[in-house]
T-cell receptor, first 117, second 116 residues
Framework: AQKITQTQPGMFVQEKEAVTLDCTYD???????LFWYKQPSSGEMIFLIY??????QNATEGRYSLNFQKARKSANLVISASQLGDSAMYFC??????????????FGSGTRLLVRP | DTGVSQNPRHKITKRGQNVTFRCDPISEHNRLYWYRQTLGQGPEFLTY????????KSRLLSDRFSAERPKGSFSTLEIQRTEQGDSAMYLC??????????????FGQGTRLTVV
């Protein structure tokens, strides 16, 4: 069965510094996608970054980068130059890749990030 | 606004009452998902529609829950005889069909249900 594990319930980071949020996953499907979402206190889930299982390079989107280590089944999110507005819950999620699947997302339990001024 | 829209944003109901939530996905998206998120947890998949067909339901979706997507546009999620354990945020998401694997799901702001 697919599973996402986020072992850091909460993290602090100083403004302007970088922070890494951990995510490990488990799947027997060779084709899968990994996503990171941000959830501010207002509730909406905001897509940040995507990494495909066959992608050779680590994904980057502005200040977000994904440290993808396939053999270790980890997909850590790195946020560079943290801003106060980065304070939120962060969720790692996996999408299975079978052609007949629903392509639903399996989420981890999240990490609450607080950026200190 | 062209994003995913959910109504109502908040719902307080007495135990035993029925409630219905609505989701309007992004207009060109044929895939629609419902998730439930309890406090301190990540969202959990409830059900999936492709156009008007409900193709997958989670074991979390008890007989008291029913979802519809008539005409493949908006969707409704109804909970009958609500219980306190139904209190949660109910999130709707939609995605398109092109390059499915790397197409992100767009989420609505959710409906927060409180059963008293």
């Amino acid at each position: 069965a697919q599973k996402i594990t986020q072992t850091q319930p909460g993290m602090f980071v100083q403004e302007k510094e970088a922070v890494t949020l951990d995510c490990t996953y488990d799947t027997s499907d060779p084709s899968y996608g990994l996503f990171w979402y941000k959830q501010p206190s207002s509730g909406e889930m905001i897509f940040l970054i995507y990494q495909g299982s066959y992608d050779q390079q680590n994904a980057t989107e502005g200040r977000y980068s994904l440290n993808f280590q396939k053999a270790r089944k980890s997909a850590n999110l790195v946020i560079s130059a943290s801003q106060l507005g980065d304070s939120a819950m962060y969720f790692c999620a996996m999408r299975e890749g079978r052609r007949d699947s629903s392509y639903k997302l399996i989420f981890g339990s999240g990490t609450r990030l607080l950026v200190r001024p | 606004d062209t994003g995913v829209s959910q109504n109502p944003r908040h719902k307080i109901t007495k135990r035993g009452q029925n409630v219905t939530f609505r989701c309007d996905p992004i207009s060109e998206h044929n895939r629609l998902y419902w998730y439930r998120q309890t406090l301190g947890q990540g969202p959990e998949f409830l059900t999936y529609f492709q156009n008007e067909a409900q193709l997958e339901k989670s074991r979390l979706l008890s007989d008291r829950f029913s979802a519809e997507r008539p005409k493949g546009s908006f969707s409704t999620l109804e909970i009958q005889r609500t219980e306190q354990g139904d209190s949660a945020m109910y999130l709707c998401a939609s995605s398109g069909n092109l390059r499915v694997m790397n197409t992100e799901a767009f989420f609505g702001q959710g409906t927060r249900l409180t059963v008293v």
